[in-house]
């Protein structure tokens, strides 16, 4: 009977100590590692970061999601970090340089000069085609982001991987919005998602 309670003692709080874990993981917040370079200069390759669960998706947020099947090139599960562009409803496009969205000239302010110039020109319509989107046949109709859908790109446009090349992420796929926590790199001079609150502005 004492052998039984010893292990009891230590199993019951290791039990609630990991559906404490996974409540918080599943409906609050996790820390990722960023890996990789697409979204540089915002965010470095191993910099880690909180990913906050449950929150509105807005143009400029940085969010995490499951790329897998969307990027065809995966053939598991695999997590990205890009920024939102374009959200349900969006048509998006870029000329010499300059992003639009419904139109208006979208502030890049967050990246060089360079890297605006290697995104290209297009619109969704062409990207569609260009690159056979899964949804090419209804993108090539409306040039629209779908609804529950988002159209996300890297930072580091020359070499990031995101809907230009396979299209849209479903709200599904989103694990949540990227914030730097407080003892992160350089996180007293900035948070990714400042952003968002001046998307159109120059």
Known sequence: MKFIKSILSWIVPTIIAL?????IKTFFFEFVIINGPSMQPSLSNKEVVTVVKNKKFV????????AYPEDPKL????KYVKRIIGIPGDTVSSRNGSLYV???KVNQSYISEFETEVTGDWNLSQLATEN????????EITNK???????????NREVSNDSRYWGFVPKSKIS???YIP??????????VNDYSQKFFKQ
């Open 59 to 66: 143009r400029g947020d940085v969010i995490v999601f499951n």
């Open 132 to 139: 056979n989107w899964k949804n090419k046949k209804k993108v």
């Open 19 to 23: 559906l404490i874990y996974l409540v």
């Open 145 to 155: 982001v779908p609804a529950n859908e988002y159209f996300v790109l890297g930072d």
């Open 176 to 178: 949540g919005t990227v």
């Open 75 to 78: 053939n598991s599960s695999k």
């Open 182 to 191: 407080f003892w992160g790199k350089e996180s007293q001079q900035k948070n």
């Open 102 to 104: 419904n139109g208006k």
